[in-house]
Nanobody, 124 residues
Framework: QVQLVESGGGLVQAGGSLRLSCAAS????????PGWYRQAPGQQRELVAR???????TYADSVRGRFTISRDNAKNTVYLQMNSLKPVDTGVYYC??????????????????WGQGTQVTVSS
C-alpha cells in the first residue's frame, strides 16, 4: 500500500509565501510525473503544476512566475514553493502521482494516487 501525505498549508496574508510538501510512503520505487492540484470552494479541481522525471515542469497560467515545483527523488517528496500569494490562490491543495512500489517482492503500479489535501488560505 502506498500513501501521499501533504503538509505545509496554512493561513497567510496576500503577498506572503508558503512551501507545500508531498511525501510518498510505502516501499516506493518511483513517483512518476507528480503534480499539485487545487480546489477552491465551489470550483472544480485544477492542475497547478506538474514535474516530470527529468525535472521538466509545467504550470497553470495563473501561477507561472510565482510558484515553483520541485522534487527530491531520494526522499520521494515533491514540493510546491508558492510566492506572492493572492486571495484567489485559496483552496485545498492536493498532490497526485503515479507510483511504482515494491509489494511482496514484486513491483506494482499504483496509478493516479491522491493525498488527503492541505488547506491554503490567503487573506487580503
Amino acid at each position: 500500500q502506498v500513501q501521499l501525505v501533504e503538509s505545509g498549508g496554512g493561513l497567510v496574508q496576500a503577498g506572503g509565501s508558503l512551501r507545500l510538501s508531498c511525501a510518498a510512503s510505502g516501499n516506493i520505487i518511483s513517483m512518476n510525473s507528480p503534480g499539485w492540484y487545487r480546489q477552491a470552494p465551489g470550483q472544480q479541481r485544477e492542475l497547478v503544476a506538474r514535474i516530470t522525471s527529468d525535472g521538466t515542469s509545467t504550470y497553470a497560467d495563473s501561477v507561472r512566475g510565482r510558484f515553483t515545483i520541485s522534487r527530491d527523488n531520494a526522499k520521494n517528496t515533491v514540493y510546491l514553493q508558492m510566492n506572492s500569494l493572492k486571495p484567489v490562490d485559496t483552496g485545498v491543495y492536493y498532490c497526485n502521482a503515479d507510483i511504482v512500489a515494491r509489494s511482496f517482492s514484486e513491483l506494482r503500479s499504483f496509478r493516479d494516487q491522491w493525498g488527503q489535501g492541505t488547506q491554503v488560505t490567503v487573506s487580503s
